[in-house]
């Protein structure tokens, strides 16, 4: 079993629409949760940064953090074609110096 | 530089061939990191600098693989032998620091990679 599951999708939705994209894990010392935005054949762009436990907005993209469940999310309202990309949800814990990263769900806002 | 910059972009190889691929990372930052991203995977961690010492080599994923760093600053990865599993994305990325990365105010970034095809 991976550390961190994501589902890989692909997923397809029309623009405006809210998306949710999720990842679970195993590893209760996790503490700090990423999630990056990979446009294709470029590299991953850190797109939100949250810390324990907790929800975060930033304009059109809340995270939130259950470690209760080890479970994340990222939503994204009113979508944009633009959006279209794979997000990667990524974590580490204290005192490490690797990321662990989710396989990546590819996304596609249909116009 | 204004970025972390990957060099080859592209590279086609014959399988038993060596290769290098270079990082250069964003000036200052001192830590520097290699991941893999096969196609369709999340990105596999391989190993990371603190300035010019690798710590923790323990994601190389064989002997063929090694990395060094010079200077505090351009890394290079070296593939002996290549076999087509090799194929892949190879990502540089570098942080201000190798403490609590991807943190508040240690954020990583990522090059463009350096696509690897070994035939």
């Known amino acids: 079993q991976k550390e961190v599951e994501q589902d890989p999708g692909p997923l397809s939705v029309p623009e405006g629409a809210i998306v949710s994209l999720n990842c679970t894990y195993s590893n209760s010392a996790f503490q700090y949760f990423m999630w990056y935005r990979q446009y294709s054949r470029k590299g991953p762009e850190l797109l939100m940064y949250?810390?324990?436990?907790g929800n975060k907005e930033d304009g059109r993209f809340t995270a939130q953090v259950d470690k209760s469940s080890k479970y994340i999310s990222l939503f994204i309202r009113d979508s944009q074609p633009s959006d279209s990309a794979t997000y990667l949800c990524?974590?580490?814990?204290?005192?490490?110096?690797?990321?662990?990263f989710g396989q990546g769900t590819r996304l596609t806002i249909n116009p | 530089g204004a970025g972390v910059s990957q060099s080859p972009s592209n590279k086609v190889t014959e399988k038993g061939k060596d290769v290098e691929l270079r990082c250069d990372p964003i000036s200052g930052h001192t830590a520097l990191y290699w991941y893999r991203q096969s196609l369709g995977q999340g990105l596999e961690f391989l190993i990371y600098?603190?300035?010019?010492?690798?710590?923790?080599k323990s994601g190389l994923p064989s002997d063929r693989f090694s990395a060094e760093r010079t200077g505090g600053s351009v890394s290079t990865l070296t593939i002996q032998r290549t076999q087509q599993e090799d194929s892949a994305v190879y990502l540089c990325?570098?942080?201000?620091?190798?403490?609590?990365?991807?943190?508040?105010?240690?954020?990583?970034?990522f090059g463009e990679g350096s696509w690897l095809t070994v035939v």
């Open positions: 990325a570098s942080s201000r620091s190798a403490i609590a990365p991807g943190g508040s105010g240690n954020t990583i970034y």
């Open positions: 949250t810390y324990s436990s």
């Open positions: 600098f603190q300035g010019n010492s690798a710590p923790d």
């Open positions: 990524a974590m580490t814990i204290q005192g490490a110096q690797k990321l662990v």
